[in-house]
């Protein structure tokens, strides 16, 4: 005698429930994440990010095209006293013009495939006119014993503006609207870079 055979039926999710639970879980997510992570803290670290790449770039610019680079930070013009910057830049630069002064409108600078048309191209780079870096301003910038710039030779090593005498290094500090501060700094002749967090801001 055959027995009879049980049947189970087996329940799925529908495709319903499964947009539903989705979509549940997308405006968590939008609601909650701003609120658990610090806007101002990922502009701050963006921007440390950037000045640290373009002075790796520069160095390496200078080294497969046997040039001579130079990283040069950029002067708010609205600041009177003239101690903050909004910026930097990456230029062609010689020996021969080593100790001329910046001029924006003489300066030979690379080119930037990925820059927009503000710049016309030019490799310069503006934490007041880009949103990725939030209120964050270059407070302070000291290389080579008080320079605004970082000169790299065809070798890669940073040389200072007196003779092509070897770079000493320096500091660049950077702070976001909340009070983060970093401090990225660039050792002598070799121009590896570090960064440390000064204060976490309030």
Sequence with gaps: ???????????????????????????SGTLLVPNLVDRSTFAIQAASRSVIS????????????QEYRRLQFIKN???????EYVGYCIMRVTPEDFSFPYDSGTADHILDPMSNSDVDGRYIV???????????RITSVSIDSGMDYIT???????????GGAPGTGGEIELEGGDGHRYL????????????EVLESGS
Aim: charged fraction near 20%; aromatic fraction near 8%; avoid cysteine.
């Design 184 to 195: 990225v700094t660039i050792a002598p002749f070799t121009g590896k870079t570090t960064v």
């Design 1 to 27: 005698m055959m027995k009879p055979r049980l049947t189970t039926s087996k329940r799925a999710y529908t495709l319903v429930e499964l947009i539903v639970v989705v979509a549940v879980l997308g405006l």
């Design 54 to 65: 373009d002075l790796i770039f520069a160095q390496s610019d200078a080294l497969a095209n």
């Design 126 to 136: 503006d934490f007041s006119k880009d949103g990725r870096f939030g209120d964050v």
């Design 77 to 83: 013009e609205d600041d009177v006293s003239g101690s």
């Design 152 to 162: 790299f030779d065809e070798f890669g090593g940073s040389v200072s503006s007196s």
